[in-house]
């Protein structure tokens, strides 16, 4: 994870803004052919845009890097219209609770191309999993498997399984979003004997069949040696095992702010792949992976409308915009960096160090500690931090009774909202009291 970047006179590096995004006449920044401002006036602020183009080629990156195994981890950005994207471009999808299910289903993909996660699965979520005919169940306890195997009995089926492991190997990332290492709420162990211990287990079971292994390193990792580490451990358990399927997680990190580089998707399989024949897995195994965030970062930005800015002299300049935490955590959370652009001049040199900071009441209300924008920043402004495609709207809250900003999709000119904007009559459906 990488903290706020040193302010920077530079404009926004173009390699973080969505594959379509070019300027319009007037200079002012468009994306899928729709300017960011008319969106705004149209759909309101704050919003979050997403470029449909940069979405589906990702998706279909994806299916030729890995293959049709290959599965879009849908906590990263989830609503119907993204799952059927997704499930259109060829990719399964990653489903960890019963909401994602849901919300998956609700979008026509199929069960057999839902995969379902999770730490502890309730017995609702695999009875509905099971009702679905979802294809893959990653199994990830003991617990787990003792309500499965009561399940499969009660129906007299047989249920295809994958065991989740942990390779033991620490990613280079923010420890919050690190799942490989050894000391994990997920998965069994490689090292310790657990994860041996089940697959000892599954054996002898009837009621389930073990078709293959899933390990996840973590999420952000941006070196590619990580990934090969990871690989090689998982594959020295797997090849005696003589299993036909291979999932690797996601995790591929994905560039924020100025000057970072990422991987290709095709370099991220490429090293995996070397990684695993290295210890003899074969060609023939079916190698999958559930990249989210590589998907779906870059292909969104939020934006907000500037409404309140605030010199304090010899400390900071407070800018203030109608969105914050609510909308994204992961500054709060990760100490995340996000750029700062303006809508109407996204190639202006950017002189001025700011503080953004959301509507909410808190100081740790922070979007960006360290933000550049154009000296003429003012009030009423269309700001964009770009990259929030992922793990944004995805953890987007109500707190301070904020309502959730609205999803829009563009594509050549066109503009469909996908998600609408929260009302405040939206925040009273719940109370019954
Ligand atoms: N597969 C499994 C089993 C996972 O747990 C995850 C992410 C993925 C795939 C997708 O990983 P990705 O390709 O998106 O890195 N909220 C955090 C990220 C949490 C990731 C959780 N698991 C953030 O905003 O950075």
Not at 20 to 28: H, L, N, V
Not at 315 to 341: A, F, I, K
Request: proline letters at 4%.
């Amino acid at each position: 994870m990488v903290d706020a970047s040193p302010p920077s006179n530079l404009p926004v590096d173009w390699s973080l803004l969505p594959a379509t995004a070019s300027m319009g006449k007037r200079g002012e920044l468009t994306i899928g052919g729709c300017s960011v401002e008319t969106l705004t006036e149209q759909f309101g602020t704050p919003l979050f845009i997403y470029d449909e183009a940069h979405l589906r080629s990702r998706c279909r990156e994806a299916v030729e890097a890995f293959g049709p195994d290959v599965a879009y981890a849908s906590k990263a950005f989830l609503c119907t219209a993204m799952a059927k994207l997704a499930y259109e471009e060829g990719m399964r999808i990653d489903v960890s609770t019963a909401g994602e299910l849901h919300v998956a289903l609700a979008a026509g993909v199929p069960g057999d191309r839902l995969v379902l996660h999770g730490n502890n699965k309730s017995v609702e979520e695999l009875t509905m999993a099971l009702d679905a005919g979802v294809g893959r169940i990653i199994v990830d306890s003991e617990d787990e498997i003792d309500r499965l195997e009561a399940l499969a009995a009660q129906r007299q089926v047989t249920i295809a399984v994958w065991i989740r492991i942990t390779p033991g190997v620490h990613a280079h990332t923010h420890a919050f979003i690190s799942t490989g290492q050894e000391d994990s709420k997920f998965g069994f162990s490689v090292n310790s004997g657990a994860a041996q211990r089940v697959v000892d287990r599954l054996s002898t079971s009837t009621a389930l069949e073990l078709v293959g292994i899933h390990a996840h390193l973590g999420s952000q990792v941006f070196d590619l040696e990580n990934f090969a580490e990871a690989a090689k451990v998982v594959g020295r358990f797997f090849v005696p095992l003589g299993l036909a399927e291979l999932c690797l997680g996601g995790g591929l990190g994905e560039a924020y702010v100025n000057g970072e580089q990422t991987q290709s998707l095709f370099a991220w399989a490429e090293a995996t792949r070397n990684a695993l024949r290295e210890v003899g897995v074969s060609d023939e195994v079916s190698l999958s992976a559930e990249p989210g965030r590589s998907i779906v970062a870059r292909a969104g930005l939020t934006a907000y409308t500037v409404g309140t800015i605030k010199e304090l002299l010899g400390l900071h300049t407070y800018v203030s915009v109608d969105g914050g935490m609510s909308d994204n955590p992961r500054p709060v959370l990760y100490g995340s960096g996000y750029e700062t652009m303006l809508a109407r001049a996204p190639q202006a040199e950017r002189p001025r160090t700011i503080r953004l900071v959301g509507k909410h009441c808190e100081s740790g209300d922070v979007l960006v500690t360290q933000g550049s924008v154009p000296q003429d920043l003012s009030v009423g402004d269309v700001l964009i931090t770009p990259v929030t495609g992922a793990y944004g709207y995805a953890m987007a809250s109500n707190y301070n009774k904020v309502p959730r900003p609205a999803v829009v999709f563009v594509r050549d000119g066109l503009a469909r909202l996908v998600v609408r904007r929260e009302q405040l009559s939206d925040l009273l459906t719940l109370d019954v009291g």
